[in-house]
């Protein structure tokens, strides 16, 4: 634990030196950037309905960026991540921004598509585990879908295929906090 702190320490304070604050939140993404997460999300197979998958992108770029505003995202996501944990700023951990934008897809009750969470280092003693929502088409398991990712650059929405994914191997959230013994707390509603 201690070796973990540390390097969580000098990993913060070699970003601290080179991380300047925004002038306001991330961008919104373009109309350009949320047809091709449309295209990619109606090509996870031929039943997704394409109105569905234009509105899933819509609004998973739509939502990260009112999330950054609501959130005060102004710092690279780990800097942030110490406000949140000192309380000097709302919300903005990785598991936030995975519930919220979740939650807010989850709630347009799509026919076609099915939303999963995820955790990566999980197991990991030494890497900070990093949570997620992932898009499928319906009845697909995760590692077929998209991962959704806002914090990855601090409140610009990154998106890639599950698989394909360039930082970090994903894994059930339930089946990695059922590992760790903190399945409690998805079933009280929380994540430790």
């Known amino acids: 634990m201690f070796y973990r702190l540390l390097l969580v320490f000098a990993l913060l304070l070699g970003l601290s ?3 300047l604050p925004r002038n306001g939140p991330p961008p919104l993404g ?5 047809a091709e997460l449309a295209r990619a999300i109606e090509d996870l197979s031929s039943e997704v ?3 569905e998958a234009a509105r899933a ?5 739509r939502h990260t960026h009112e999330l950054a505003i609501a959130y005060q995202i102004t710092d690279p996501p780990l800097i942030h991540n110490v406000k949140v944990n000192n309380g000097s700023k709302p919300r903005g951990l990785c598991w936030h921004w995975a519930e919220d934008l979740e939650n807010r897809l989850k709630a347009e009750g799509f026919a076609t598509l099915d939303l999963h969470r995820a955790i990566a280092n999980g197991d990991s003693r030494i890497l900070l585990d990093h949570s997620t929502a992932i898009i499928s088409a319906g009845g697909a398991p995760m590692q077929a879908g998209l991962v959704l990712d806002p914090w990855r650059r601090g409140g610009e929405l990154f998106w890639s295929p599950v698989t ?7 894994a059930p959230r339930e ?9 409690r707390y998805v079933q009280a509603g929380m994540e430790g």
Not at 57 to 61: C, D, E, L, N, S
Not at 164 to 170: G, I, K, L, N, V
Not at 176 to 181: A, D, E, S, T, W
């Open 17 to 19: 030196a080179c991380a």
């Open 30 to 34: 373009t109309e350009g950037e949320i």
């Open 49 to 51: 309905n394409p109105e």
């Open 57 to 61: 992108a819509r609004i998973a770029y």
């Open 164 to 170: 394909s994914d360039p930082r970090y191997d994903w």
């Open 175 to 183: 089946e990695v906090l059922r590992r760790n013994g903190r399945i």
